[in-house]
Each structure stands twice: as C-alpha cells, then as structure tokens.
C-alpha cells in the first residue's frame, strides 16, 4: 500500500490519488488550508479497506480503529 502525508500540500497543489495509486491519504487543515487544527481528513482507496477489513490479526487498540469509525460515521457502505 502507498500511503501519503499530504499536511504541506493538500490543498495548495495537486493531488491526484486515484491516478498516482496512492491508496491512503491523510492531511492536516493548519496548514496550506489554514483552517482550525484538529481536523485530519483521511482517505482510503478500495485496496486499502480490503486490506483493513481483511487483517488477520486482531485490532488491540480501539485508537485509530478505522473498522469503529466507518460504522460510526456510516461510511463502511452499509444501512443505519
């Protein structure tokens, strides 16, 4: 997987995820954006939450769990 730290430049110059294949891309607002910190946007192309829903070992740690936060936010594709 390809995995992008984009906090200098998202939003100040081009960012082409889907054609560069990255397959995680995250991003902090205090920067080029210069919004209120505390916001991290992420992205996760179809590879990357096949390999995240996939795992073979068992998440220990409830901090990041991307698996809990798309079910909370309701993005793991599923009805509410």
């Known amino acids: 997987l390809l995995i992008a730290d984009t906090v200098a430049v998202a939003g100040g110059a081009p960012l082409f995820t889907d054609e560069w294949n990255i397959d995680v891309v995250y991003a ?7 919004a209120p910190p505390s916001l991290s946007p992420i992205s996760f192309s179809q590879r990357a939450r096949d390999k ?7 998440i220990r740690s409830h901090y990041f769990n991307t698996i809990a936060l798309a079910d909370h936010w309701g993005c793991d594709g599923s009805s509410r």
Do not use: F
């Open 28 to 34: 902090g607002t205090q920067k080029v954006l210069s």
């Open 52 to 58: 995240i829903e996939n795992r073979k070992t068992k």
